[in-house]
């Protein structure tokens, strides 16, 4: 917290608040900032009129961070009574990421996974208690367990999504079956799915580019008129931006003109890399608002989570993705990793805020393992955080640095996600060998 000097703030916040908010952008990078301001101080500065110019949110925050020094006071100027109260600035620097989980949907294409209706409420419970934004369900209308799965909303916290395809072309969104399944699902959200690269609106969809833009916009404006929150995730959506920019980006900002809440760029095919990611995101939110942009990556090339952070970097701030990294072919981006990742990872902590608290964080290796035991399948021992592995070690000079502080061999603590830590006995543990027994 930042206390400026009572005379200060009787010249206004004008230059004694906004000269504090430049020190405090330069070190601490933050994004947005608060004012809080006393009711005799108040008499003495024009909040509102800083607050328009600096881009200041005026609500509360906490911040415990160490600030640079306050201003002098000017000389001449009497010192601060109770007429003369302090102005309190305080820093807001994280800005909110949202969760959006597509285990149901995008994670039931996994070879050899079949969710029944049970698993997929067992699993939409412990998403909503982990404390991720959106659960995708799955598709209703497209097969039997997904209709009846939408019979009724899983999810208290969470907001429970629906997927489908826009209208098709040639009819309108009131006299789609499928717009019309998706409408009568109990559903707080509508996903739609809809082509962004023109090779795949001639070959695919078989219409004009302009034809797929009218069905993006009556599809989204349908949802909102029925009251729920759309969103549109932009299938092909890089590779569509590599070939054509101007129509990728031109159905993401029709979605978004239409009343979507998010358009969410999909790397469908994966081949995409991180450096392309974040230049190609870059470029996105410098003509759309980031805060409405989401990123959906495939693991093709081995790059969902990298290319997630990348696009979070660049500006996008909804994360979609799945637990241990389920999807079609080689899976989607692992929640199971980004989560702590943006939870613990100084870069994304400091920056930003997720709806994963600290107590539902360390519940993150058991929701892990119980994805494996729902599908009959062994958890994986090497995964990132949760894994039986991620913090054993069976190297003697490990295991004795461990024995000091963990810290030297452990990037977190293994129990802020849940885990433990081992140390295993192994012939590669180093013995100490007489002096005498060692020869050149």
Not at 251 to 266: D, K, S, T
Request: aromatic share 6%; proline share 5%.
């Amino acid at each position: 917290m930042l206390y400026v000097d009572p005379a200060s703030a009787r010249r206004g916040a004008a230059t004694a608040l906004l000269d504090a908010i430049e020190r405090l952008a330069a070190a601490r990078g933050a994004k947005r900032l608060t004012a809080d301001v006393s009711d005799t101080a108040n008499r003495y500065s024009n909040v509102e009129a800083s607050s328009a110019s600096a881009a200041i949110w005026l609500r509360s925050t906490t911040n415990g961070s160490a600030t640079p020094p306050c201003p002098k006071r000017l000389p001449g100027q009497p010192p601060g009574g109770r007429d003369n109260a302090s102005l309190k600035v305080k820093i807001m620097a994280r800005e909110r990421l949202y969760l959006f989980d597509t285990t149901l949907r995008d994670g039931a294409l996994t070879t050899g996974v079949d969710f029944s209706i049970e698993d997929k409420r067992q699993i939409a419970a412990m998403l909503d208690a982990l404390g991720i934004d959106y659960v995708e369900g799955g598709y209703p209308g497209a097969n039997p367990i997904d209709t009846k799965f939408f019979q009724s909303k899983p999810t208290k916290r969470a907001r429970f999504c629906a997927f489908g395809m826009t209208k098709r072309p040639g009819r309108s969104a009131a006299n789609d079956p499928g717009v019309a399944a998706l409408l009568q699902a109990d559903a707080d959200a509508i996903v739609f799915v809809a082509k962004s690269w023109d090779y795949h609106v001639h070959v695919a969809l078989g219409c004009s580019l302009e034809e797929n833009l009218e069905c993006i916009a009556d599809s989204v404006r349908a949802a909102v008129a029925a009251g729920r929150e759309a969103m549109v995730d932009c299938e092909h959506f890089f590779d569509g931006y590599k070939a054509n920019p101007s129509y990728a980006l031109k159905c993401a900002r029709v979605a978004l003109e239409a009343g979507a809440r998010w358009a969410v760029l999909c790397d469908t095919n994966g081949g995409t890399l991180p450096d392309e990611v974040e230049r190609i995101v870059g470029e996105v939110t410098r003509v759309l608002p980031g805060e409405r942009v989401g990123i959906h990556a495939h693991n093709d090339t081995d790059n969902a989570v990298a290319n997630t952070l990348a696009a979070i970097r660049a500006g996008a701030r909804q994360v979609q993705g799945t637990l241990n990294g389920l999807g079609e072919r080689c899976g989607n981006a692992n929640l199971v990793s980004l989560i702590p990742t943006l939870a613990l990872k100084g870069d994304f902590a400091e920056r930003f805020e997720i709806g994963v608290n600290e107590t539902s964080l360390r519940s993150l290796t058991k929701v892990s393992r119980t994805i494996s035991e729902l599908l009959n399948a062994a958890p994986d021992r090497h995964a990132p955080y949760v894994g039986a592995s991620a913090f054993a070690t069976k190297a003697g000079i490990h295991a004795s640095a461990l024995a000091k502080d963990p810290r030297t061999y452990e990037h977190v603590p293994p129990e802020t996600v849940g885990n433990k830590r081992a140390i295993l006995v192994s012939d590669q543990a180093a013995v100490r060998t007489s002096s005498r027994s060692c020869t050149a």
